[in-house]
Nanobody, 120 residues
Framework: QGQLDESGGGLVQAGGSLRLSCAASGRNISDYNMAWYRQAPGKEREIVASISWSGANINYATYSVKHRFTIIRDNDKNTLYLQMNSLEPEDTAMYYC????????????WGPGTQVTVSS
């Protein structure tokens, strides 16, 4: 099973930006459709955005995320990114990456996640 290590989170004011990174090891992300997930306190983990193995197909979970976030993959660096702009307090959550659950399974062990906190 591969390993994931998320980073780049932090505390920002509403309207700010963050760029999350997810470095993979043990498996090549180029073999998988990948996704970013988030889990807010007291809520279930939810998918935020997904990207196909080639990068040709990208999906965002909501209209709001679609117009503020960008999912990017660099297969050569075995790293997934999430550029987040115009952050809102509702984006506060722990963010994780893994394979797209629509692929039928998670092929990496869950990483520690990276905390994003947006103040109003």
């Amino acid at each position: 099973q591969g390993q994931l290590d998320e980073s780049g989170g932090g505390l920002v004011q509403a309207g700010g930006s963050l760029r999350l990174s997810c470095a993979a090891s043990g498996r090549n992300i180029s073999d998988y459709n990948m996704a970013w997930y988030r889990q807010a306190p007291g809520k279930e983990r939810e998918i935020v955005a997904s990207i196909s193995w080639s990068g040709a197909n990208i999906n965002y979970a909501t209209y709001s995320v679609k117009h503020r976030f960008t999912i990017i993959r660099d297969n050569d660096k075995n790293t997934l990114y999430l550029q987040m702009n115009s952050l809102e307090p509702e984006d506060t959550a722990m963010y994780y990456c893994n394979t797209d659950h629509h692929s039928g399974a998670y092929y990496f062990n869950w990483g520690p996640g990276t905390q994003v906190t947006v103040s109003s």
